[in-house]
Nanobody
Framework: QVQLVESGGGLVQPGGSLRLSCVASGSIFSINAMGWYRQAPGKQRELVATITSGGSTNYADSVKGRFTISRDNAKNTVYLQMNSLKPEDTAVYYC??????????????WGQGTQVTVSS
C-alpha cells in the first residue's frame, strides 16, 4: 500500500505563515509528481500547487507569490511554505502524489488532509 501523511496544519492569524509537509511511504517504485490541493466548506477541491520529479512547478493564481512548493525526492517528501496567509486560505489541505507501483501501475494517492485555519 501507499500512504501519504500530512503535517503542519493549524490556526494562524492573517498575514502569518505555515509550513506543511507530506511524506509518502509504502510500496513505491517512483513518484512522478506531488502536489497540494485544498477544500473549503461548501466548495470543490482545488489545486494549490504541484511539482514534478524534475522540479517543474505550477501554482493556482490565488496563491502565486505567497506559497512555495518544494520536494525532497530522496525522502519522498513535499513541502508547502505558506506566507501572507489570508482568511480565504482556510481549508483542509490534501497532499497528492502520482505514484508508480513496483508492478508498473500508476495512480493518484491522497493523504488524509490537514486543517489550516486563518483567523484573527
Amino acid at each position: 500500500q501507499v500512504q501519504l501523511v500530512e503535517s503542519g496544519g493549524g490556526l494562524v492569524q492573517p498575514g502569518g505563515s505555515l509550513r506543511l509537509s507530506c511524506v509518502a511511504s509504502g510500496s513505491i517504485f517512483s513518484i512522478n509528481a506531488m502536489g497540494w490541493y485544498r477544500q473549503a466548506p461548501g466548495k470543490q477541491r482545488e489545486l494549490v500547487a504541484t511539482i514534478t520529479s524534475g522540479g517543474s512547478t505550477n501554482y493556482a493564481d490565488s496563491v502565486k507569490g505567497r506559497f512555495t512548493i518544494s520536494r525532497d525526492n530522496a525522502k519522498n517528501t513535499v513541502y508547502l511554505q505558506m506566507n501572507s496567509l489570508k482568511p480565504e486560505d482556510t481549508a483542509v489541505y490534501y497532499c497528492n502524489a502520482v505514484v508508480t507501483r513496483p508492478t508498473g501501475f500508476r495512480a493518484d494517492y491522497w493523504g488524509q488532509g490537514t486543517q489550516v485555519t486563518v483567523s484573527s
